[in-house]
């Protein structure tokens, strides 16, 4: 049982920790409390769990919130501020994240052309930023089941729109793996490991909408 030798982490046509960003854009109450492509508790447990993945290979996580100063929204859900605490939080007016110098600047500094995305709401937040990346030269994986939208058909018809464009879907399990590659990397198999977290022991209420 030989692996081949680890092929060179920032050419390597699959996502590995050193060629991609990940970009985590408006998972804040008044949106997770709409969303009604997917269950709300299964959608939180989602995000949460991706996002422990990607910082358990160390992926830089650009953070985004709507609407925050003028009080018209709420900052990100508890429990992603948790897993998050150092890690700045731009807020913004513009709808479309790409629109927001502050944020496409901190994409740019990344210095990653492979962008993982995930967002609510699939149709608005997620669906303009990944097309305007993509137009850009950028590709985008858009991390379909940590996402949602308003209604089945909204979130179905944005995936098939950013599809079209050019945007390669992924799962969560995928993403996990695709980090990972192979069980002899030591140093990160126990935090994949945690991502599979038991739903029985989630907690619903780390939704924390108030």
């Known amino acids: 049982m ?6 060179d982490p920032k050419f390597d046509h699959l996502l590995t920790p050193e060629n991609c960003a990940f970009l985590l854009i408006d998972y804040q109450p008044i949106q997770v409390s709409s969303i009604r492509s997917m269950s709300q508790e299964e959608l939180v447990f989602n995000i949460v769990n991706s996002v422990k993945a990607v910082l358990n290979y160390h992926v830089p996580v650009v953070h985004t ?3 925050i100063a003028t009080g018209m929204n709420k900052p990100p859900i508890q429990p992603l501020m948790d897993l ?6 731009i807020d913004r007016t513009a709808i479309n994240a790409w629109e927001d110098a ?11 052309r492979k962008l993982i995305i995930a967002a ?8 303009f930023p990944a097309l305007d990346a993509l137009r850009e030269g950028f590709e985008v994986y858009v991390l379909a089941d940590a996402i949602g939208g308003t209604s089945v058909a909204a979130h179905e018809l944005a995936l098939r729109r950013v599809e079209q464009a050019g945007a390669k879907l992924i ?5 996990w793996c695709e980090l990972q590659r192979d069980w002899n990397r030591e140093a990160t198999v126990p935090g ?13 209420e780390k939704l924390a909408k108030d």
Do not use: H, Y
Request: with cysteine.
């Open 171 to 175: 799962s969560r399990p995928q993403l």
């Open 192 to 204: 994949f490991m945690n991502v599979f977290d038991s739903w029985d022991d989630f907690n619903p």
């Open 84 to 89: 998050l605490p150092d890690n700045p939080v």
């Open 102 to 112: 502050e944020f496409k600047k901190a994409v740019l500094a990344t210095g990653r």
């Open 65 to 67: 919130a709507v609407n």
């Open 2 to 7: 030989t692996s081949e030798p680890i092929r």
């Open 120 to 127: 609510l709401w699939t149709e608005v937040c997620l669906a």
